[in-house]
């Protein structure tokens, strides 16, 4: 059975506390608190699985079109039923660019434009 994306949305907005998923960055020397504060979740971001970055963000931005980009990417190689913390497939600093972006109300219509690709967006 699929999971629609408001559904996965709805699923990821109720996680407040991630100790379950500190085995997946077990030797990280960045490691942060597995708490997560109230109106934030959990995210880990990476290409490698082994190499996995964890970030906080703030629910909010579940709204934003340029992180819903990242979730599409999550979906297509993950599918809507993934369990446990989100994972998106791309590197880091993707991530912390669209975060760095949103932060300074800059406004791009799609992650290839963010990222000074000349691909067009649609």
């Known amino acids: 059975m699929r999971i629609s994306m408001k559904k996965l949305m709805r699923k990821i907005s109720k996680v407040t506390h991630s100790t379950e998923y500190s085995i997946l960055q077990p030797n990280s020397p960045k490691r942060r608190s597995d708490i997560v504060p109230a109106g934030h979740f959990p995210v880990y971001v990476g290409v490698d699985q082994d190499r996995t970055e964890r970030f906080v963000v703030r629910a909010e931005l579940l709204h934003h079109p340029l992180f819903l980009e990242l979730l599409h990417r ?17 590197n880091n600093v993707v991530v912390e660019r669209v975060l760095e972006s949103v932060k300074l109300g800059e406004s791009y219509s799609c992650l290839d434009e963010l990222l000074g690709h000349s691909v067009s967006c649609l």
Do not use: A
């Open 74 to 90: 999550s979906t297509q190689e993950y599918g809507y039923d993934q369990t446990g913390v989100l994972r998106i497939p791309v």
